[in-house]
């Protein structure tokens, strides 16, 4: 099977197997294992931020910067696709109290104009708004790189506003590698980031979240409440820094892979892709209804040895990762062109 279901399904390579089985080990909920320390080191560097740490996942992660950001009875202002708003419970109302203000963007990229009257008043009667988190690469909006610019204008216009900024970048190397622009230069825009190593890394476990010491560290005491304290837990940080260390500039090929099926899905009758451009590794395209539904075709791709995700009715998700070859890639170009062809041949 070829699997584009996500790029989570990555397994460790050799070389990564090999850091794995060398790494020096501790207790960290002691804060003793170095390869755990050495990492959450790399990832505040790289992100340049005081301090990071690690963490099981992103879910985690993000709804620990929420917690850290926000008082129960506070509000965050996010993008109604996102994931902290639609794939973690809802976690922030079940574990923090925090109410979240969800504002629909043009394929994941807001407008400042959208926000600008979303402050609310210090007024008894009122949540508190406190924080705003943006993702980047946008998941939803089929791996879109918000721009730049558009993160400067809205992370400066929601400080000088008073709020704090999280950054969700489990892709954010993604947008690192596609823009040009460093991942600290990325970061400065936010009070604190998270990452994942598992997704286009291909780590098999953890994120981390970076930003100021004394967040990292009072994040610390959160991880124990929430259950993330890990013991010898530089078994799995090892492959995270080995991934961080050498896996960030190929991203550039899962990308280029993508372009490939972005390409055979514009060419494809009966199915396209809402953004029109694939700007890193996620594709997510539309279904036309003359060729069923996004299940239907998820089946269709199956029987030829491809794996994609329905994402909803209509809606497929493919992910390129460091698992699929370029002949991969062909193959399931073909295969997507074979499925425009019973629609052209009815
Ligand atoms: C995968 C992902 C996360 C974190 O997911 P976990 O499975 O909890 O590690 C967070 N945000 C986005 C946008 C993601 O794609």
């Known amino acids: ?185 990325w970061a400065s825009h936010f009070d604190t980031v998270s990452v994942c190593f598992s997704k286009g890394l291909g780590a098999p476990v953890g994120s981390a979240l970076a930003g100021p010491a004394t967040l990292i560290r009072e994040a610390q005491r959160h991880r124990k409440l929430f259950g993330g304290s890990m013991r010898q837990a530089g078994i799995i940080a090892a492959g995270a820094l080995h991934a961080l260390e050498n896996h960030i500039d190929r991203l550039a090929e899962d990308h280029r892979h993508a372009r490939i099926l972005g390409e055979a899905v514009n060419r494809c009758e009966g199915l396209s892709l809402p953004g029109e451009s694939v700007d890193t590794n996620i594709v997510i395209f539309t279904v036309d209804e003359q060729l069923g539904t996004a299940q239907q075709v998820v089946q269709r791709l199956a029987e030829q040895g491809v794996a994609v995700l329905a994402v909803a009715p209509q809606l497929i998700r493919a992910v390129t990762h460091l698992g699929i070859t370029e002949q991969d890639v062909r193959q399931v170009a073909r295969a997507i062109q074979e499925i425009g062809s019973q629609i052209a041949g009815a």
């Not at 926000?70 to 976690?91: D, K, L, R, S």
């Not at 949540?127 to 730049?148: D, F, I, K, S, W």
């Open 1 to 185: 099977m070829i699997d584009l279901r996500s790029d989570t399904v990555t397994k460790p390579t050799p070389e990564m197997l090999n850091a794995i089985t060398h790494a020096k080990l501790g207790d960290d909920v002691m804060r003793d294992d170095p390869t755990v320390l050495r990492l959450e080191e790399v990832t505040a560097e790289i992100l340049g931020k005081e301090a990071a740490i690690y963490m099981p996942s992103g879910s985690m992660t993000n709804q620990i910067a929420v917690r850290l950001h926000c008082q129960p009875g506070a509000e965050f202002i996010c993008e109604t696709t996102c994931h902290v708003y639609n794939m973690e419970q809802g976690a922030f109302s079940q574990l923090s109290g925090v109410v979240a203000r969800p504002i629909e963007a043009e394929q994941g990229v807001w407008r400042l104009e959208q926000l600008q009257s979303l402050i609310r008043p210090c007024d008894d009667h009122q949540v508190r708004t406190r924080l705003l988190t943006m993702e980047n690469t946008h998941n939803r909006a089929g791996g879109r790189v918000v721009p730049y610019d558009r993160v400067a204008e809205i992370c400066a216009w929601a400080h000088d506003s008073g709020l704090v900024t999280h950054l969700d970048g489990a892709r954010l190397f993604n947008a690192v590698v596609a823009t040009g622009i460093a991942a600290d230069q």
